[in-house]
């Protein structure tokens, strides 16, 4: 099972909205609903951030905000701020009944 | 507020074995299905293996399968994971989380496993 394509790095400057995509396959992000998005602070362990698509577990900030169209899901982050650097991680339910992960992807803020 | 925290791990030689633990609290461990998953230099984060509530379920990915064990004592809530015959791909940060259906919700810390000779 292939990792989850998302792109290295994207970045933005205060207050503006960043798109991160996560690529999968009809096997994955194309058949379930169980696409989760994860962020991760140097030496942190990971956080879930988005789950099922879209859901926000409570207390994460309505500025994070997930979608899916076909074999693509999206992190949308809007109104940046600094302590939004961090890598992001998609990760999506399998056909073959295990989860995977995307590389990840690094938010610098500018 | 829910808490993990794992230990056992450290330098292990190719083909031997480790422990690991991941001791829980803040929540009614028996309730939830558990999960182990790793952070390695060269695949990245990786779901490992999960068990259900009563331990009765066990899910494993095929590069672990038959080598690592998933295990859990709900008297004293705690999750293992009996990991033998390692190799080098096996080196990452091992972090146990609460699972449910489709996502990882809480995680530990992360302990970290280095397979070498």
């Known amino acids: 099972q292939s990792a989850l394509t998302q792109p290295a790095s994207v970045s933005g400057s205060p207050g503006q909205s960043i798109t991160i995509s996560c690529t999968g396959t009809s096997g994955d992000i194309g058949a379930y609903k169980y696409i989760s998005w994860y962020q991760q602070h140097p030496g942190k362990a990971p956080k879930l951030m988005i789950y099922e698509v879209s859901n926000r577990p409570s207390g994460i900030s309505n500025r994070f905000s997930g979608s899916k169209s076909g074999n693509t899901a999206s992190l949308t982050i809007s109104g940046l701020r600094t302590e939004d650097e961090a890598d992001y991680y998609c990760s999506s339910y399998t056909s073959s009944n295990i989860y995977v992960f995307g590389i990840g992807t690094t938010v610098t803020v500018l | 507020e829910v808490q993990l925290v794992e230990s056992g791990g450290g330098l292990v030689q190719p083909g031997g074995s480790l422990r690991l633990s991941c001791a829980a609290s803040?929540?009614?461990?028996?309730?939830?299905?558990m999960t182990w998953l790793r952070q390695g230099p060269v695949k990245g984060l990786e779901w490992v293996a999960n068990i259900k509530e009563d331990g009765s379920e066990k899910y494993y990915v095929d590069s672990v399968r038959g080598r690592f064990t998933i295990s859990r004592d709900n008297t004293e809530n705690s999750l293992f994971l009996q990991m033998n015959t390692l190799r080098a791909e096996d080196t990452a940060v091992y972090y146990c989380?609460?699972?449910?259906?489709?996502?990882?919700?809480?995680w530990g810390q992360g302990i970290l496993v280095s397979v070498s000779s």
């Open positions: 989380a609460t699972f449910r259906i489709g996502y990882f919700e809480k």
């Open positions: 803040g929540f009614t461990f028996s309730s939830y299905w």
